[in-house]
């Protein structure tokens, strides 16, 4: 437990997996702040933990009496509302990830500072390693937050976007000879799916460690449909993926919006001109399944991939910052200003 802020908030640590309760405060406080943000403060994969036995997780939840509550508790005991989150991933890696989110309501009370101070902790106690923590959207507020606690930006995921309607009128590019393209089957491609992930994403720090509790978790989400996720196979061994997903109204703006999830080619596949292919089957999948913009995400650092989607008409339309207290640095590996 974190003493109490001036603000009378308090942070307290649980083990995985939060009680079903607990969780839906969790979710209702996203979506507070992603109303008032415009962007979700945590993103899928801390969603899917919230509930997860075999998380290697812990929650921090940042609790206040409830407005008017100034007079001693009685016998009753005094009811706390949740105005913050943050989740710290302690898995393996040399680092600890987090994620966290105040109320809008609750801002600039010292909440931000009370969760950051108990992930740092936190992750001190897992063989001493260093906090690592992305800010969706890079807001202000999360600069701020970073700034006051000496932490600067170490990494850079753009958000890319493709207008359908101004997708350039070409043919998808072939597929390399004697290679197939069929739907994901449920129950029976996951193992091989996953192996090639692996190694497509071997130098990943996420997608690269995917687990098959990870994957089944997605297929049990609501937005997940096999004919968005395509298999590319020679002679019956896979070879490659492109993963599509389709989010709601409001999360991404007011209408339903594309994603290409992932797109993932085994090593020993690559230079075939099939990540090329795949890309083109998936963005011609969201258009028939009429959808009229495309998001997707890349590595600031991945020069390469960005000038590949900018010549297919994506361009940047949102930034994830993750801070450390490491010297910052550019996405080339330079040192520069944060």
């Known amino acids: 437990m974190v003493e109490p802020t001036k603000a009378r908030v308090a942070v307290a640590a649980h083990p995985a997996p939060l009680e079903p309760g607990?969780?839906?405060?969790?979710?209702?406080?996203?979506?507070?702040?992603?109303?008032?943000?415009?962007?979700?403060?945590?993103s899928e994969q801390p969603l899917l933990w919230l509930e997860d036995p075999e998380a290697h997780v812990v929650h921090l939840?940042?609790?206040?009496?409830?407005?008017?509550?100034?007079?001693?508790?009685?016998?009753?005991?005094?009811?706390?509302?949740?105005?913050?989150?943050?989740?710290?991933?302690?898995?393996?890696?040399?680092t600890a990830r987090a994620?966290?989110?105040?109320?809008?309501?609750?801002?600039?009370?010292?909440?931000?500072?009370?969760?950051?101070?108990?992930?740092?902790?936190?992750a001190g106690k897992v063989k001493g390693r260093e906090l690592r923590v992305w800010a969706h959207g890079?807001?202000?507020?999360?600069?701020?937050?970073?700034?006051?606690?000496?932490m600067a930006v170490v990494r850079e995921?753009?958000?890319?976007?493709?207008?359908?309607a101004q997708r350039?009128?070409?043919?998808?590019?072939?597929?390399?000879?004697?290679?197939?393209?069929r739907e994901f089957v449920p129950g029976q491609d996951e193992e091989a799916w996953r192996r090639v992930n692996s190694r497509a994403f071997a130098h990943h720090p996420e997608q690269g460690r995917m687990t098959s509790a990870d994957l089944r978790a997605r297929e049990a989400e609501p937005w997940f449909d096999p004919?968005?996720?395509?298999?590319?196979?020679?002679?019956?061994?896979?070879?490659?993926?492109?993963?599509?997903k389709v989010h709601p109204e409001g999360e991404h703006g007011d209408e339903r919006v594309g994603e290409i999830y992932v797109v993932g080619v085994d090593p020993d596949a690559q230079g075939l001109g099939l990540g090329g292919a795949l890309t083109d089957l998936g963005l011609t999948s969201l258009?028939?399944?009429?959808?009229?913009?495309?998001?997707?995400?890349?590595?600031?650092?991945n020069e390469v991939a960005i000038r590949t989607y900018r010549r297919a008409g994506f361009e940047r339309s949102g930034v994830d910052v993750m801070f450390g207290d490491d010297t910052p640095r550019s996405p080339s590996g330079a040192t520069m200003a944060p």
Do not use: C, N
């Open 227 to 244: 004919a968005g996720f395509l298999l590319a196979e020679r002679d019956g061994m896979l070879l490659g993926s492109v993963w599509t």
């Open 61 to 94: 939840l940042a609790t206040a009496p409830e407005v008017g509550e100034d007079e001693p508790a009685g016998p009753e005991p005094v009811e706390h509302e949740l105005v913050g989150y943050a989740q710290v991933e302690v898995g393996s890696g040399s």
């Open 287 to 301: 258009t028939v399944a009429g959808l009229r913009s495309v998001i997707l995400y890349t590595e600031a650092s």
């Open 99 to 122: 994620e966290l989110v105040v109320h809008p309501a609750h801002r600039r009370t010292g909440v931000g500072t009370a969760l950051l101070d108990a992930a740092r902790v936190t």
């Open 22 to 42: 607990t969780a839906a405060a969790v979710r209702r406080l996203a979506a507070d702040a992603a109303a008032h943000d415009g962007v979700p403060p945590l």
């Open 168 to 181: 350039p009128q070409v043919p998808d590019r072939a597929l390399p000879p004697r290679v197939t393209v």
């Open 157 to 164: 995921l753009w958000q890319m976007r493709l207008d359908l």
């Open 138 to 150: 890079d807001l202000p507020e999360a600069r701020a937050l970073a700034q006051s606690a000496g």
